[in-house]
């Protein structure tokens, strides 16, 4: 069974984001990175990952809000030929495999962008 544990939201400013949310809801932050697509602050509840970016490409960034989730599943490979079975399509990989935040990203059959993940994010169960 797959567990939804991940949303990623593209903001403009990353530190007053992660302060919004870490104030109002009491989020602690689990983690930051900058990689070639962007940079992001992570933030959990200690089930679920929201993850807060923004793209390296300025012409990303004029789009604010949700961008994709995330399901944690117990088998990566079965998964993936269900979705391309059901219609869905990959789209790449991201992260170190061996580390939580490793994702495979794919499109459902509407285009819409979401990630499968074996380990999970940081701060998630």
């Given at each position: 069974?797959?567990?939804?544990?991940?949303?990623?939201?593209w903001?403009?400013?990353?530190?007053a984001?992660?302060?919004?949310?870490?104030?109002?809801?009491?989020?602690e932050?689990?983690?930051?990175?900058?990689?070639?697509?962007?940079?992001?602050?992570?933030?959990?509840?200690?089930?679920?990952?929201?993850a807060?970016?923004?793209?390296?490409?300025?012409?990303?960034?004029?789009?604010?809000?949700?961008?994709?989730f995330?399901?944690?599943?117990?088998?990566?490979?079965s998964?993936?030929?269900?979705?391309?079975?059901?219609?869905?399509t990959?789209?790449?990989?991201?992260?170190?495999?061996?580390?939580?935040?490793?994702?495979?990203?794919?499109?459902?059959?509407?285009?819409?962008?979401?990630?499968?993940?074996?380990?999970?994010?940081?701060?998630?169960?």
């Amino acid at each position: 069974m797959a567990r939804l544990r991940h949303i990623a939201v593209w903001v403009r400013d990353l530190e007053a984001s992660a302060r919004f949310y870490e104030e109002v809801f009491g989020l602690e932050r689990v983690g930051a990175e900058t990689i070639a697509l962007g940079s992001g602050i992570y933030l959990s509840d200690g089930v679920m990952n929201l993850a807060l970016l923004k793209p390296a490409d300025s012409n990303d960034a004029t789009y604010i809000g949700a961008h994709h989730f995330g399901f944690i599943v117990d088998d990566v490979d079965s998964t993936r030929q269900k979705i391309e079975a059901h219609g869905g399509t990959f789209s790449f990989t991201l992260g170190d495999p061996e580390k939580h935040n490793f994702e495979s990203k794919f499109k459902d059959p509407e285009g819409v962008l979401f990630d499968i993940s074996a380990k999970g994010w940081l701060g998630t169960k």
